[in-house]
């Protein structure tokens, strides 16, 4: 069931990369990535956790979805990390995606959480999104 969450990461990825509000947010480009980058300096954004649920119909086949995106910044700096991930829930919540095979029921953001890592001390806040899919 990996293809449904793969087309909307996609979907999300461009949306979001085509912002330069954003852009400027995390240091002059969209830097969201599907794992940490080696050494790259925050502010920079990892696609997290993901579930796709089936959520068919007796007549169609789609899946409820529930995914995380973690922007991570410099110790210190959360407002740094929560601006990016404000902007993000601005940009995802209700938005019109199109992942490829899928058309999108629903976007929503579920919360925005901020924390630290206590390894790194980096801040990181956290965009929960939920979203419904039907198969195209």
Do not use: C, K, N
């Not at 793969?6 to 954003?22: E, G, N, Y």
């Not at 502010?43 to 959520?55: I, L, Q, S, T």
């Not at 007796?58 to 995106?69: C, K, L, Y």
């Amino acid at each position: 069931m990996s293809a449904p969450v793969l087309a909307l990461r996609r979907a999300i990825l461009d949306r979001l990369s085509a912002d330069p509000q954003l852009a400027s947010l995390m240091g002059g480009g969209v830097r969201l990535h599907d794992e940490p980058p080696r050494a790259a300096e925050p502010v920079y954004a990892v696609f997290g956790d993901a579930v796709a649920r089936d959520w068919s119909t007796g007549s169609d086949r789609g899946h409820e979805h529930e995914m995380a995106i973690l922007v991570w910044a410099r110790p210190g700096s959360a407002r740094s990390a929560l601006a990016a991930a404000e902007r993000m829930a601005a940009l995802l919540d209700g938005a019109d995606l199109t992942p490829e095979g899928a058309r999108l029921v629903l976007m929503r953001v579920a919360a925005i959480e901020a924390d630290r890592d206590p390894p790194s001390q980096l801040a990181r806040a956290t965009l929960r999104l939920r979203a419904l899919t039907e198969t195209a």
